[in-house]
Structures are given as C-alpha cells and as structure tokens.
C-alpha cells in the first residue's frame, strides 16, 4: 500500500476510524519518508453536529501542522436531484472531493479508514441488495481513485477490527469525534450493523463478522482473475467508446459463457461513465434476457441505457453522446493520417505497378481495401454520412442512397453517424468497414492500385 517518498491525502471525518488512520501513519512518517495531507469533507446532513466535526478536523490538522483541505455539499438536495439513496450520493461526492483535494495537494495515495467492520457490513448489505459479481468481493484494499490511475486508494485498516482500533485510540488518548447518526437505523448499514449483525451472532455464530469478512477477501481474488480474463475478452468486443457511451459486438458478448458476460456488462458500463452505480444482480439478468432477445433497450442505474440492434450493442449515458464533427478531413497520400475527431487512423500507400489485380481483390478486409488508382480523384478526404449520400456498392445494380445502404445492412441507428467514408473528390469511394463503390474497384485490366488501411 506503501512506498518510501508517497505523499498521502488522509480522509479524516473526525471519527475514531480516521483519527487512528492518520495516528498510524504520523508513526509510520519517518520510516517511509512520507507526506501527509488530510481531507475533509462536511455532508451537510446533520447540522452543527457536522459543523463541528469539521472543525475538529481542521484543528487537528493545524496541531499537527499538516495541509489541509475542506469542502461541503448538500448531499440531500443532490441525492433527490439524482433520484440517488443519501449513502450513494454521500459516497459519490465524497470522493469526488477527495480526487479534487489530492490532485490539488499533489499526492498519489489517498488513504481512508475502511476496516473489517466495514468490510463485512458491506458484503452482507451487497448481499441483501442482490449485489453482482464487483459487490460481493467486498471494499478493495487497493483501487484506482482517477481515470490514469493515479491517486490510489489505500485502506490501511481493512484487516483491523474496530475493537481493535478502539483500544489503540483509547491506549495513546486520542480525542476523536462521535457521529451519532451511525446509532440512527434510518440507514441500511446502520441496521445491519446494530440489529442484524447481532441476531446473527447471538443466534447462528458468533464469529460471522470474520466469516463475512474472510468470503469477501476469497471473493476478490477470484474476482480479480475472472475481471482481467474479461478485461482482454472486453477490448477484443469494443467497436467504439467515446465518454458517456460505448459500442459493441453483441454477437460475440451473447456466445460467452454467463459469467463472463455479467463482468464484460460492468466493464462496458464502466467504460461509459466511470462513476456509474454497481449494478446489481436483478440488471446483469436483465440484461442477459436483452442479449439472448436480439434486440431492444433497458434502462440502467446512473441513467445508462443498454440498446441491442442488428448484433451490435450500446451502452450510453444519452445525455453525453454526441455526433461527431459532419466537416470533411484530408487524408495524406502514402502515409498515414490520424483523424482524432473521427477516433480514425488511415493509411495509404501508392502502388504504380502491380502484376495481379485478382490476388490483391482477395487480400481486401474489412480494413484494408486496393482501389484502382487510375480511377482515383485527389483530394481524398474522410468524413461521416450527411443527408442524400449515395454510392455504387459493390455486387449490386445502379446507386443506392447511404441510408438505405445501412438499413439494408441493418447497421444500427446509433452506429451510422460514426462509420468513416472515404471520399475521392467528392464522391464516396468506400464505406469503411463495409463497401466499396464498385467504380473504383480493381479490374483485370487494371495498372496500378492505391492500398488503404484503416483502424478505429
């Protein structure tokens, strides 16, 4: 969790979790050279209670002379605004704030006081809630907090017990402060924690807290294996991802076997809007049934909707998809080109003599495509589909409108306005990825051929 030279952001809510987290780590200062910041963040949910948390907190700081950052929202007003329980909302801030604080601060570790305790009231929450794959494994000892994974997460605490923690804080008389509304069972953890937790002890055993905890802790490895496995499996399935939505091959995700399909749905959802909410096991079904039915749409936690049309798939955040640019881009002859406003990198190569156009013909892919060059008008250029293309497919009579052409294909709807056209002076020389205009295709005849590669 630790490296020499880390600078560490401590979340510190005031509580006797994070009082003896940021304990913990003063003595481990000068062993692993560290930083120290501290974090914290006011919920605005109980009045000067929380006040007074955050003075305690900034005060603490300031004894020990360390950085300190603060901010507060009105988690309630925003878990209404987005239709989020207050724990959701509560979370969700939280460690926006958090990221915020230790890009600002400069750190790399981001350090919070999760414990067992907490470990294993969460695996039995998730449990209750009918958590998937992700939620069963339980808190994450180590996690990514930002996009280019960095800062980390650290949990210190996670195999600590909070009896245990109590007699540390107790033993060196650290003052912390108490939040009274983790006695409120109005939260689902709380009445885990004061009544369920208990029945389970007193009447089934009294060591399931640590069973709890140790079927978390087997339930991440296993996870972390079958999550890489996915991982591969999920860029090799990806068409497209933009943020707020990704595009799919559904064939291939729907032939895989059933558990690795729930942890590719996460994945893809993750991809779509990193801060998404977990899904659950009741949406992995759901979205299983979608699968195997060929076509439709579901709406998702975190207003994602997963749409399935024609063998492909989208999962998108609509509010965030956007149409790329509909202006022409030129393309260099006989090197490549990166379009990034197109996600496209194209590249041609001129080939004046060739001795058998035939043998060229077979080695045409859905990426690689020989035209003839003497029919070839410069400039070349790429843009995407605009109202009344047309063009000659290959193998069929006369034109067809581009939009028909994808009808035809049953290419979805949600696909067309990001397949790259490859222009010659105008006019369409090749829906790429799938036709080419027969008027400037090879032929027995012909001299010399233009190559064009191109990869999203």
Known sequence: MLLKGDRVLVALSGGPDSVCLLSILEEL??????DICVAHFNHKLRG????????????LARQKGLPFAISSADVGAYAERQRLSTEDAGRRLRYEFLL????SLGTNRVAVGHTADDQAETMLMRLIRGAGPDGLAGIPPVRPLGSSGEPTIIRPLINAWRSDIMRYVRSRKLRYRKDVSNESPEYLRNKIRLELLPLLQREYNPRIKERLASAAASLAVANDFVRTEAGLITGEIVIEARPGWVVFDARLLAALHPELRKRILSQLVSRAKPDASMLEAVHYDEADALLRAVSGKLDM??????????????????????????KS???LIGGPTLIRELDV????KLMPKIASPPRLVRLCTSKRQYFDLDAVRY??????RRPGDSFSPLGTRGTKKLKNFFIDKKIPRFLRDHIPLLLSNGRIMWVMGYAIDKRFMLRKGSKAALRVDYEK
């Open 29 to 34: 200062r000068a062993k692993y050279s560290l």
């Open 48 to 59: 000067e209670a929380a006040e007074r948390d955050a003075r305690f907190a900034e005060r």
């Open 100 to 103: 915020r604080s230790s890009l």
């Open 301 to 326: 936690p975190g207003k994602l909707r997963l749409e399935i049309s024609g063998g492909t798939g989208l999962v998108s955040e609509s509010r965030r998809r956007s149409t790329p640019p509909s």
């Open 329 to 331: 881009f030129a393309v």
């Open 345 to 348: 990198l194209v590249t041609t």
């Open 379 to 384: 400039p070349l250029e790429i843009r995407v």
